[in-house]
């Protein structure tokens, strides 16, 4: 069964960089049927969806965000990775990643989220 | 993007049905049968229930079902039971090559 798990700090500085990372077990990154996507959730609010990103490299973000984010994928390390860079306090959320099904555009799989707060 | 839009709250009594709409654009959930339901508990990862606006998944409840009419999808919930008290989000493709969520419902079972 394939499995997402989210890593990085949890707590940030504003105007420095979010760097998260989403680690895949039981399956490849590297299938043709998915896309790899990032979601985030501030507190008591609700979904938004930030970007994806295909095995190949091809990324699609979220147009509120896209001058602020970067997403990449490791294929020998089976992971992708999330820059939000130039951090305000309403960055503040839980951020999920989620394996993405192409043909469906489903998130079908998902991590269990990880607590990003954005503090001095 | 807009979010897509959703009542704030629903809520019934076990047994009964309830109907959660989310409404989009023709950009959006009017031109895609790409519209998917996720159910959330609190302090949980959201959890697929419907996709393909009518689909649902191994294992979930037939209990669960999906519609849409021109820009809007409804997510139906019938028999209700305790378990299903949970935020609802909705998600569309859209022209643009994004995805996008609803703002979410909160269903409260009586």
């Known amino acids: 069964q394939l499995q997402l798990q989210e890593s990085g700090p949890g707590l940030v500085k504003p105007s420095e960089t979010l760097s998260l990372s989403c680690a895949v077990s039981g399956g490849s990154i590297s299938s043709t049927t998915y896309y790899w996507g990032w979601i985030r959730q501030p507190p008591g609010k609700g979904l938004e969806w930030i970007g994806s990103?295909?095995?190949?490299?091809?990324?699609y973000y979220n147009p509120s965000l896209k001058s602020r984010v970067a997403i990449s994928v490791d294929t020998p390390q089976n992971q992708f990775s999330l820059k939000l860079y130039s951090v305000i306090a309403a960055d503040t959320a839980v951020y999920f990643c989620?394996?993405?099904?192409?043909?469906?555009?489903?998130?079908?799989?998902w991590g269990q989220g990880t607590m990003v707060t954005v503090s001095s | 993007q807009s979010a897509l839009t959703q009542p704030a709250s629903v809520s019934g009594s076990p047994g009964q049905s309830i109907t959660i709409s989310c409404t989009g654009t023709s950009s959006d959930v009017g031109s895609y049968y790409y519209v998917s339901w996720y159910r959330q508990h609190p302090g949980k990862a959201p959890k697929v229930m419907i996709y393909d606006v009518t689909k649902r998944p191994s294992g979930v409840s037939n209990r669960f079902s999906g519609s849409k009419s021109g820009n809007t999808a409804s997510l139906t919930i019938s028999g209700l039971q305790a378990e299903d008290e949970a935020d609802y989000y909705c998600s569309s493709y859209t022209s643009s090559t994004t995805w996008v969520f609803g703002g979410g419902t909160k269903l409260t079972v009586l």
């Open positions: 989620a394996r993405h099904l192409r043909d469906h555009d489903v998130f079908d799989i």
């Open positions: 990103l295909y095995y190949s490299g091809s990324t």
